[in-house]
């Protein structure tokens, strides 16, 4: 049974969708994260489910209760903001105490409950501190604290990690999924970085446009994209424009590249378009022809060298096609060279238009 | 060229501070009229201001109106600020402008109109005229103030307060105006000097009954140049000087603890 | 559905207007009218004609004073530039200490009422004044009468006004970014050509806020001039009060009250156009 369940969420400003028929069902205790770049609609639909903002057509329910006509406080949701939102007035703990203070908690008991929470998120001690005297990785966490202290029914992240460096990023990363384990409660978390979407999510959900592209597991969505666009958003890849030149025996062709064979699939018949997908850590490169691989021969324009690993971009014909190596088999290839890149059929797979 | 700007600042500084401080000595002066150096110093003129009705009446009467403009100021402009700085509407640039405008209008155009206008109602010469008045002139300076400090203000705290559970007007009670509460105490200090200072329309409405201090003066300046001038002067120069230091010291002070706090 | 969206946005537009409708009836009942009120006694006192304004603008005496007060309203505001700039510069370019101070004084004198300030120039000028005092000591036997003339309301209207000036240029000077400094001195600009190639132009904003604000509150200066300047050679205030307070002659004072404004909204409505009204006094 899902736990926040979205149908039919519509929101145009005028002329503009800004969100197109959105369905999605979040179970109890998942971390879900929204995914996309900006201007894709994953703020909106958060601000709709935190009820800042109205949708135009569509419903929200939480637990089977629909949430319209609830204004924001009215809907027990805890979010953490972009920058945070700390009441600067206010120290740590007061901001801390100040739902449970709202739903009428008593002072000495609610600043208890306050101090256990900061003591939760790592902040035993703090809490007498005013914002301006915390450094950004401890207000985001006073802020975390803050909007899980009233055991909200869902916690709404909006690109809590985006003013903080990379370190801290990653630190904070584990400690939400840390906090977010240990207390069970549903959530959704915002960002337009796809690493920081991988690493902590259950389920990813893609928005482009306005519209979902895919809902799916981290792992799924990396190895079987189901649009073009995810495929390019998610990791690194080589796409390529192929027609289906024959269904049954897995095969397409590229103009540049010639005959293709591609892994199981049972979308496209025969003489649709279609777009191939092989990831560049999934080509080798040699010298030679690999037996039992499908081989091409491409021009090596440039070669990045990150030290553990390589990436080699070259030609092959018309068709731009990059390629991961390890740091150490580098070596046996210069920029201007000719060489041979080769795959298995299994590793390329066919997304359809 | 650096030295020679040097010389010319510190010459400025001078023109500047000369006139300001000079009316300090004037004030322990025993001369009958204006004279400087003084011959000798007494307090007497302190005493003078401190015990004559003709002086201490009319500063009573410009506490009393800069008070009540200061109150009415803040009741209208604190809600139209809200409403201009936060909406979008038709009719929004004409109601700017018309926030604006007080500034614009030389005070002695204000006082002809003030004269004859208030006149017709039976109100020149009294309190509420002159309240009523200093209220037009004060609304621009405090709206300037506050719609700056209302700019600034992040409405995600705003969010954060509904989503946590705040009603809306909960959350302008705990969240809005705490978090307002410099700007709006900046923006009532601004209004209440503007009416306390206020000459020029003073002149012409307050009247006897309504007399305040700067008609007082101008008054007193203009027939006799009582010495008690310089008492006043140098009072209301010593409110500026600590009106202009002290928060500077309360935020030196405060910057101090902050860095504690945090090392 | 679509309908209650509509009826929702028509509340929230409502909104707006409750909170700023008291302060607009306030401002059209206690601003407005008797502005108003200053147009029509131009052309109804004592009897409904344009004579008024033909007595105002024909009038050999009243021209008179107005180009006087345009005359000072210049050498106001050229000589609070003179003044002001420098000390700007001074508070913009010295350490920090000493642009507290300066940014002190200054903002000490901007508060001090004007009547003070009046008072004190009165202090400083009159007949037993100090200037006069060392001008004796110098050796000068008949100082020259320095009080109740023009150069006394000019000299008080300057040091009055010139916080406006420092305060306006000090603002934009502040922003000015080092860098570019640094970058046109690398290119060959040096001492004057730098200055007048590049720091001036980036400080001309600054200027002309300064300049128009000073120059504006100077043509309706009531007080000082009244206080400090000859009784031959009055400013527009001055007379419009005379006709008030001594000759009643509501009709004369209004016409030139009005044609005061129009001058002054007019100078104000350039400026608007050309750099917007909400800089000026920000």
């Known amino acids: 049974m899902s736990h926040l369940k979205l149908s039919g969420i519509s929101k145009s400003y005028g002329q503009f969708n800004a969100l197109e028929a959105v369905d999605l069902d979040i179970a109890k205790g998942e971390f879900v994260t929204f995914l996309g770049p900006s201007g894709s609609g994953k703020t909106t639909t958060l601000m709709i489910i935190a009820g800042f903002e109205s949708a135009t057509s569509g419903q929200v329910e939480i637990e089977n209760k629909s949430l319209f006509g609830l204004a924001p406080y009215q809907r027990n949701i805890g979010i953490v903001f972009q920058n945070y939102g700390l009441f600067p007035h206010k120290t740590a703990a007061q901001n801390v105490y100040f739902p449970l203070q709202m739903r009428g908690v008593k002072k000495a008991e609610g600043l208890r409950k306050a101090e256990e929470m900061l003591e939760l998120v790592g902040l035993k001690g703090f809490g007498h501190r005013h914002p301006k005297e915390l450094s950004g990785g401890q207000q985001q966490r006073v802020a975390l604290a803050r909007a899980l202290v009233f055991e909200p029914s869902l916690l709404l992240l909006d690109e809590p990690l985006g003013a903080l460096d990379k370190n801290l990023r990653e630190q904070m990363q584990i400690e939400i999924k840390r906090i977010q384990r240990a207390l069970g409660v549903t959530t959704i978390f915002v960002t337009h970085d796809q690493s920081e979407a991988m690493s902590m999510s259950d389920r990813i959900v893609v928005f482009e446009k306005g519209r979902i592209q895919q809902v799916a597991t981290p792992l799924e969505l990396y190895h079987r994209p189901q649009t073009r666009f995810v495929a390019s958003f998610i990791g690194e890849s080589n796409l390529i424009d192929v027609k289906i030149t024959d269904a049954a025996k897995r095969e397409a062709r590229n103009d540049a590249i010639g005959a293709i064979q591609y892994a199981p699939s049972n979308r496209p018949p025969t003489g649709s378009e279609a777009t191939l997908m092989i990831r560049p850590e999934n080509i080798k490169l040699s010298r030679n022809p690999v037996e039992g691989r499908h081989n091409v021969r491409m021009k090596v324009e440039t070669i990045i060298n990150y030290g553990d690993n390589a990436l080699v971009v070259g030609k092959v014909g018309e068709q731009m096609m990059r390629v991961r190596v390890l740091g150490a088999d580098v070596v046996i290839i210069k920029e201007g060279e000719e060489c041979c890149i080769s795959w298995l059929h299994d590793s390329v797979y066919l997304i359809a238009k | 060229m650096n030295r020679f700007l040097r010389w010319l600042g510190i010459a400025v500084a001078i023109f500047i501070a000369a006139p300001l401080v000079i009316v300090v000595p004037m004030s322990f002066s025993n001369a009958r009229s204006l004279q400087f150096p003084p011959p000798g110093y007494w307090l007497g003129y302190y005493q003078a201001y401190f015990t004559d009705w003709s002086w201490l009446r009319p500063t009573w009467n410009s506490i009393l109106i800069a008070s009540a403009t200061t109150m009415l100021t803040m009741v209208l402009v604190v809600p139209a600020t809200f409403a201009l700085v936060r909406h979008r509407f038709r009719g929004k640039g004409i109601a700017d402008l018309m926030m604006l405008m007080p500034l614009a209008v030389p005070h002695i155009v204000m006082a002809v109109g003030y004269y004859s206008y208030f006149g017709s109602f039976g109100i020149v010469h009294t309190h509420l005229g002159v309240i009523l008045a200093h209220t037009c002139l004060s609304v621009p300076i405090a709206f300037l103030v506050l719609s700056a400090n209302l700019k600034g203000f992040d409405r995600t705290l705003e969010r954060a307060a509904l989503s946590l559970g705040a009603s809306p007007t909960r959350t302008f009670i705990h969240i809005t105006l705490p978090i307002l509460r410099p700007g709006l105490i900046i923006s009532a200090l601004f209004a209440f000097i503007q009416s306390f200072d206020e000459t020029v329309v003073a002149i012409f409405i307050s009247g006897r009954d309504a007399e305040t201090l700067p008609r007082k003066m101008f008054d007193s300046i203009r027939q006799e140049a009582d010495p008690v001038i310089a008492v006043i002067s140098t009072l209301l120069f010593a409110a500026v000087i600590l009106g202009v230091t002290v928060p500077l010291v309360v935020a030196h002070i405060r910057n101090k603890q902050a860095r504690l706090a945090a090392a | ?282």
């Open chain 3, 1 to 282: 559905m679509g309908n209650c969206i509509a009826r929702l946005t028509e509340r929230k537009n409502l909104w707006p207007w409750l909170l700023l409708a008291p302060l607009a009836i306030y401002m059209a009942v206690f601003f407005l009218v008797p502005l108003i009120d200053v147009a029509i006694m131009s052309v109804t006192e004592p009897r409904p004609t344009l004579a008024n304004y033909q007595r105002v603008l024909t009038g050999s005496l009243y021209l008179r004073v107005f180009l006087n007060t345009f005359i000072t309203a210049a050498t106001v505001t050229f000589a609070c530039l003179l003044v002001g700039y420098p000390l700007a510069y001074l508070m913009a370019n010295s350490k920090p200490r000493t642009a507290t101070l300066i940014l002190l004084l200054v903002t000490m004198s901007f508060w001090t009422s004007f009547l003070v300030r009046t008072y004190a120039w009165m202090v400083l000028l009159g007949n037993n004044g100090p200037i006069v005092w060392l001008l004796q000591t110098l050796g000068v036997q008949q100082p020259p009468q320095l009080l109740f003339t023009r150069f006394s309301s000019t000299l008080a209207m300057v040091h009055i006004l010139a916080p406006y000036m420092v305060m306006n240029i000090y603002s934009v000077m502040r922003k000015i970014d080092p860098v570019l400094i640094r970058s046109a001195e690398s290119l060959g600009a040096k001492g004057l050509a730098l200055f007048r190639h590049v720091y001036l132009p980036l400080t001309a904003p600054g200027i002309a806020n300064g300049s128009v604000l000073v120059f504006v509150i100077c043509l309706g200066f009531y007080v000082t001039p009244v206080l400090l300047g000859s009784p031959r050679e009055q400013m527009v205030a001055g007379l419009i009060g005379n006709q008030i307070d001594e000759f009643l002659a509501f009709g004369m004072g209004s016409a030139m009250a009005m044609v005061l404004l129009v001058v002054t909204l007019a100078i104000l409505t350039i400026y608007h156009r050309r750099f917007g009204l909400d800089k000026l006094w920000g």
